[in-house]
Each structure stands twice: as structure tokens, then as C-alpha cells.
């Protein structure tokens, strides 16, 4: 069986540095090509190897494999550093038990009071806009996301300035996130500025949720949120629930999980409706045909059929995660290609979704691709897939579901420049410098 270090590697690596300097350039670019090297290709994160699968059932095979495809590589030593052995994080030895505690707070009856909360938060944020103003969209959807998750995590017990503090270190961590990512290890030991304040606001969020944690243990009630379910869960096979530790890196995890990612959806659906003003005046219609004056609620998500498939063509083009990696726990066969123990394997969902062999008119936002026909497990991937598939992938939808329906009943969403909009790229994908103004739907002529 062919050796790893025949598989085709991608061009332009350097000393020391490997692929670094194009990815840190361009990454959406430069993962978007590595199919053109065949189903697996060779790339260098300084000096590590990593094996990037191009190939749909060959990443479906690793999704599901997920014990010989273990959580790991770069992406998730930087998580393990923040969230600890959380659900996202955990390797495969500690998941079943991971996944079966938090199970509880997934479960259709808490959905519903979920779902109260984002229309809630949706409908507040959007009544505070007025007719012709110009508003920095991914901060609007971040303070919105970060508000539903606050509030669905711990109802309305944090004091205001708690509620910030966890919002400011929150956000120094996901600036740091991807930087880490790419770097070189020894790079982020250096006591840089960046490098220090991302290692206090771990310290200060790990700090602040284990007060809040331990403060919600002593009560012993249940507040109907995301905390009461994870304090209260216990796993059947040992009867035991969480330790403190493990419930701080649960919280913490819910809070990546449930703000940035979601704030991007939103932000870059947001963008597309401004670029598609069919689209957004059907779901309009759609919206103020279901509601009927009503705000809007999770009884609601069935009819809103055309803006769903606005959210899923959205995740589509620009997938929330979209570069994800495993390591191998031994020796195996990939494509052909024996990987020792240890290999870093690579995907991006970002290049799936996107590739013109795949998708008709790939790179077009159409909603109408999904009205008829579900996503392939193969090449839809947003959420990932197999046992380690996001398990807040209804959490995510009916969030964007209900916002984005939110902000269409009530404004029509207008481009301000003709320039082209660029991703930033970090850990996930948000807008750069997305601004829209807003017109009242009752000014409309």
C-alpha cells in the first residue's frame, strides 16, 4: 500500500513554515484547490504533515469512524485549551458519556422555551433600528446571539455586568482563535500582547461560569434553562452527573457553539437577501402569511419553508466551520494511502459546498435547490456528520430560522456599496465589514 509521502502535495510550501503563508493569505483560496491533487492531498502546517480528504464518501467514511478518526489537530488543541474536554473537544473515549449528559438539554420540550427567547431577543433587537439606518450587521447578529445564549444558558439570573465581562472575554478568545490555529506552537508561547490577553480572558471565563455553576448548585433549582438541564443530567451507565470542571467546559463549550457561528449564518443571510431581493420578498409573504400579527414562535418553524431553505443555502455557501480535523489512533488505509498513527486528517466543508462537480451553479445562492430534495449526507455538510455531528444543529437552524424571519417581516435589508463582501476567516466564517440599511416595511412604496 502506497506510503503517505506519496500522496500529492499542494505547491507553494516554504521552510520551516510549510503552507502557513497561504493560508494566513487566502485560506478559503487555497483549501478550494487542493482538489484539483485528487481525493487526498498533502499540505504542511509548519512542521506538521496534514492529509486533506477532497473526496465526499471519503470524508463520510471518517465522519463515521470517529474511533479510528479521532477529535484532534490543530483546531482542537486550540479548543482544548479554552473549553477544556467539552462536548466539541472530547476524544472518542469520553463522548458517549459527553453526548448522553447533554442530551437533555436538546429535548423537543426545552426547544420550545428556546425558541421563545430568540423570537424574544429577535424582536427586541429589531424594534430598536429606525427607517434608513445603516447598521454594522455582524455586530448586531453577535450582540443578538450572544443575548440568546446568555439567556437560554442562564435565564435571567447574571448580573448586567457578569453578562459583559463573559461577552468581552468571549470575544478575545475567538480573535485569538484562528491565529493560534496556523501558528506555530512556539510562536504562541511568546508573551506577546495577543498571546496574554487571550490566555486571561480563558482564565476570567473558566473563573466567572464556575462561580455562576457553583452558585446554581447551592440553590438546587431548576430555572428551565440550558444550565439547570446540564447540572441536573446523570449518565445511565454510571449514575453519576458532571463534575464542577466539567460543567464549566460544558458552558463554555455552548457558548462558542451557540454565538459566533450562528452570528455569521445570520450576518451572511442577511447579505445575500440584500443581494436577492426576490428571495427576501418571498419570505416576507411567507412570514406575514404564517404569523397573521403574531410574534413569531417554534409552532411556527413547519411553514416557514422558504426561509429555512434561505438558511440552509446560506450554511451552504458559507459554513459556519469550514475547515474541521481529525488524528488517526492507528495505523490505517485512507484512499489507498497507508497513514501511520498520529496523521492529522483535514476537510472543509467549505470546498465540498461549493465545487461546480457537485453543485449545479455552485457558487449561486438559490434556496429553491433544497425545496424539493434534502441534502446529500455526503456533500452537505454543515453541522459535520456521524456520532460526532453537531449536536445543537436544531438549536442553530431555529435560531437563524426565527431571527432572520424576524428582521424580514419587519425591514427590507439594502446594500449600502457594490463593492464585493470578503470572509474573515478565523475559526469560523464570518462578514467583513458587512454594513446594510435597513427601510421600515410600512415606508416601503
Given at each position: 500500500?502506497?506510503?503517505?509521502?506519496?500522496?500529492?502535495?499542494?505547491?507553494?510550501?516554504?521552510?520551516?513554515?510549510?503552507?502557513?503563508?497561504?493560508?494566513?493569505?487566502?485560506?478559503?483560496?487555497?483549501?478550494?484547490?487542493?482538489?484539483?491533487?485528487?481525493?487526498?492531498?498533502?499540505?504542511?502546517?509548519?512542521?506538521?504533515?496534514?492529509?486533506?480528504?477532497?473526496?465526499?464518501?471519503?470524508?463520510?467514511?471518517?465522519?463515521?469512524?470517529?474511533?479510528?478518526?479521532?477529535?484532534?489537530?490543530?483546531?482542537?488543541?486550540?479548543?482544548?485549551?479554552?473549553?477544556?474536554?467539552?462536548?466539541?473537544?472530547?476524544?472518542?473515549?469520553?463522548?458517549?458519556?459527553?453526548?448522553?449528559?447533554?442530551?437533555?438539554?436538546?429535548?423537543?420540550?426545552?426547544?420550545?422555551?428556546?425558541?421563545?427567547?430568540?423570537?424574544?431577543?429577535?424582536?427586541?433587537?429589531?424594534?430598536?433600528?429606525?427607517?434608513?439606518?445603516?447598521?454594522?450587521?455582524?455586530?448586531?447578529?453577535?450582540?443578538?446571539?450572544?443575548?440568546?445564549?446568555?439567556?437560554?444558558?442562564?435565564?435571567?439570573?447574571?448580573?448586567?455586568?457578569?453578562?459583559?465581562?463573559?461577552?468581552?472575554?468571549?470575544?478575545?478568545?475567538?480573535?485569538?482563535?484562528?491565529?493560534?490555529?496556523?501558528?506555530?506552537?512556539?510562536?504562541?508561547?511568546?508573551?506577546?500582547?495577543?498571546?496574554?490577553?487571550?490566555?486571561?480572558?480563558?482564565?476570567?471565563?473558566?473563573?466567572?461560569?464556575?462561580?455562576?455553576?457553583?452558585?446554581?448548585?447551592?440553590?438546587?433549582?431548576?430555572?428551565?434553562?440550558?444550565?439547570?438541564?446540564?447540572?441536573?443530567?446523570?449518565?445511565?451507565?454510571?449514575?453519576?452527573?458532571?463534575?464542577?470542571?466539567?460543567?464549566?467546559?460544558?458552558?463554555?463549550?455552548?457558548?462558542?457553539?451557540?454565538?459566533?457561528?450562528?452570528?455569521?449564518?445570520?450576518?451572511?443571510?442577511?447579505?445575500?437577501?440584500?443581494?436577492?431581493?426576490?428571495?427576501?420578498?418571498?419570505?416576507?409573504?411567507?412570514?406575514?402569511?404564517?404569523?397573521?400579527?403574531?410574534?413569531?414562535?417554534?409552532?411556527?418553524?413547519?411553514?416557514?419553508?422558504?426561509?429555512?431553505?434561505?438558511?440552509?443555502?446560506?450554511?451552504?455557501?458559507?459554513?459556519?466551520?469550514?475547515?474541521?480535523?481529525?488524528?488517526?489512533?492507528?495505523?490505517?488505509?485512507?484512499?489507498?494511502?497507508?497513514?501511520?498513527?498520529?496523521?492529522?486528517?483535514?476537510?472543509?466543508?467549505?470546498?465540498?459546498?461549493?465545487?461546480?462537480?457537485?453543485y449545479d451553479q455552485a457558487d449561486q445562492f438559490d434556496p429553491d435547490r433544497w425545496r424539493d430534495s434534502p441534502p446529500a449526507q455526503e456533500t452537505y455538510i454543515p453541522f459535520s456528520a456521524g456520532p460526532r455531528k453537531?449536536?445543537?444543529?436544531?438549536?442553530?437552524?431555529?435560531?437563524?430560522?426565527?431571527?432572520?424571519?424576524?428582521?424580514?417581516?419587519?425591514?427590507?435589508?439594502?446594500?449600502?456599496?457594490?463593492?464585493?463582501?470578503?470572509?474573515?476567516?478565523?475559526?469560523?466564517?464570518?462578514?467583513?465589514?458587512?454594513?446594510?440599511?435597513?427601510?421600515?416595511?410600512?415606508?416601503?412604496?
Open positions: 500500500m502506497p506510503a503517505i509521502e506519496t500522496i500529492p502535495r499542494a505547491s507553494g510550501i516554504l521552510p520551516l513554515l510549510g503552507h502557513i503563508a497561504p493560508l494566513a493569505r487566502d485560506p478559503l483560496a487555497f483549501v478550494s484547490n487542493l482538489h484539483n491533487y485528487g481525493p487526498v492531498a498533502r499540505i504542511r502546517m509548519g512542521t506538521k504533515h496534514v492529509v486533506v480528504v477532497n473526496d465526499p464518501a471519503l470524508i463520510r467514511s471518517v465522519l463515521l469512524d470517529d474511533r479510528t478518526f479521532d477529535k484532534g489537530g490543530p483546531l482542537f488543541e486550540r479548543g482544548r485549551e479554552a473549553l477544556g474536554n467539552g462536548l466539541i473537544t472530547c476524544p472518542h473515549s469520553d463522548h458517549r458519556r459527553a453526548r448522553r449528559l447533554s442530551q437533555p438539554a436538546f429535548q423537543p420540550r426545552r426547544m420550545a422555551d428556546y425558541a421563545a427567547v430568540m423570537s424574544e431577543q429577535a424582536d427586541k433587537v429589531t424594534r430598536s433600528w429606525h427607517d434608513g439606518q445603516i447598521l454594522d450587521i455582524t455586530s448586531e447578529m453577535m450582540a443578538l446571539t450572544v443575548e440568546v445564549t446568555l439567556q437560554t444558558l442562564f435565564t435571567n439570573s447574571l448580573p448586567r455586568a457578569t453578562a459583559s465581562q463573559i461577552t468581552d472575554d468571549f470575544l478575545t478568545l475567538m480573535t485569538g482563535f484562528f491565529r493560534r490555529m496556523i501558528s506555530p506552537p512556539l510562536l504562541n508561547q511568546v508573551p506577546s500582547t495577543g498571546n496574554r490577553a487571550y490566555a486571561r480572558a480563558i482564565r476570567r471565563l473558566r473563573e466567572t461560569v464556575g462561580d455562576i455553576i457553583a452558585a446554581r448548585r447551592a440553590e438546587g433549582s431548576d430555572h428551565g434553562d440550558l444550565l439547570s438541564a446540564l447540572c441536573s443530567a446523570t449518565d445511565p451507565d454510571s449514575m453519576t452527573g458532571r463534575t464542577s470542571t466539567e460543567l464549566v467546559d460544558e458552558v463554555l463549550t455552548f457558548l462558542l457553539a451557540g454565538t459566533e457561528t450562528t452570528a455569521g449564518t445570520l450576518s451572511w443571510a442577511m447579505h445575500l437577501l440584500s443581494q436577492n431581493p426576490a428571495v427576501e420578498s418571498r419570505i416576507y409573504q411567507e412570514v406575514e402569511s404564517t404569523r397573521h400579527g403574531s410574534r413569531l414562535d417554534f409552532t411556527h418553524l413547519p411553514a416557514l419553508e422558504t426561509t429555512g431553505n434561505a438558511v440552509k443555502e446560506t450554511l451552504r455557501l458559507y459554513p459556519a466551520v469550514w475547515m474541521l480535523t481529525r488524528v488517526t489512533t492507528s495505523d490505517t488505509d485512507l484512499g489507498g494511502y497507508l497513514l501511520p498513527k498520529d496523521t492529522i486528517v483535514a476537510f472543509s466543508p467549505y470546498q465540498i459546498h461549493r465545487r461546480s462537480d457537485l453537531c449536536m445543537g444543529d436544531r438549536f442553530a437552524l431555529t435560531q437563524a430560522t426565527l431571527v432572520l424571519a424576524t428582521v424580514v417581516s419587519r425591514w427590507q435589508l439594502l446594500p449600502v456599496t457594490d463593492k464585493a463582501l470578503q470572509p474573515s476567516v478565523k475559526a469560523s466564517l464570518t462578514p467583513r465589514g458587512l454594513h446594510l440599511r435597513v427601510a421600515a416595511r410600512s415606508s416601503q412604496p
